[in-house]
């Protein structure tokens, strides 16, 4: 089960956590998750690109070592990075122990004070850990989520989850994988067509 729109009532119940950004004119945050991939991430840099668009990408450590030429093009091309743990674990499933550890490795090579929870899911524990660990360390949801992960859906479903839900300063979730790949690679061209000519901005979130 997941939300395509985060509830008011999430944020309310977790404040430390960021789940949008100011609404500053017309500017939203692109975010993607689970790369460096071979193929998806190069394909979304090159769609960027078109668009001058600045986005996130919240890397899998494994994966930045795996393609490390892909991970030094995000950088290149100007985006911020983030740490989305070394094996993509479930914050639920595991002891915090093991899950700053996981955290840990993959800063060792990504070095960013950005991170985000694979699927989602930290315990309060976990978070109050990271935190005094570097007190730098923001954590980045989302208000709206693409759902191209979801294998059930189309890619026009994902793409109208995005338009309808999107407002200025939404964070908005995509994938660069290859479960997300035929869903992304329909919808996020059209994304960023329609919202470049409503006269919006992509841009990076910036780290403190």
Not at 29 to 48: N, R, S, W
Not at 109 to 138: A, D, V
Request: hydrophobic fraction near 40%; charge should be positive.
């Amino acid at each position: 089960m997941y939300l395509v729109k985060t509830p008011f009532w999430l944020r309310v119940l977790y404040p430390s956590l960021v789940w949008r950004m100011p609404a500053e004119g017309k500017k939203i945050y692109l975010t993607f998750d689970d790369g460096p991939h071979e193929k998806a991430t190069p394909f979304v840099l090159d769609q960027l690109q078109q668009y001058q668009a600045k986005a996130s990408f919240f890397c899998i450590g494994k994966n930045v070592a795996a393609y490390p030429d892909i991970y030094a093009r995000i950088l290149a091309e100007g985006h911020a990075v983030g740490n989305h743990t070394y094996h993509h674990v479930n914050g639920w499933k595991v002891s915090d122990e093991t899950y700053l550890e996981e955290v840990a490795s993959a800063d060792a090579l990504l070095h960013s004070s950005l991170f985000r929870p694979p699927y989602g899911r930290i315990t309060r524990s976990q978070q109050r850990k990271l935190s005094k660990r570097n007190p730098r360390h923001q954590t980045i949801m989302w208000d709206v989520l693409s759902a191209d992960f979801d294998t059930k859906l189309t890619g026009e479903a994902c793409l109208g989850y995005v338009l309808y839900h999107t407002r200025p300063g939404s964070i908005i979730v995509f994938h660069d994988s290859a479960k997300a790949w035929e869903r992304m690679q329909y919808a996020l061209p059209r994304v960023l067509a329609h919202f470049s000519k409503e006269g919006y901005t992509f841009s990076a979130i910036p780290s403190i």
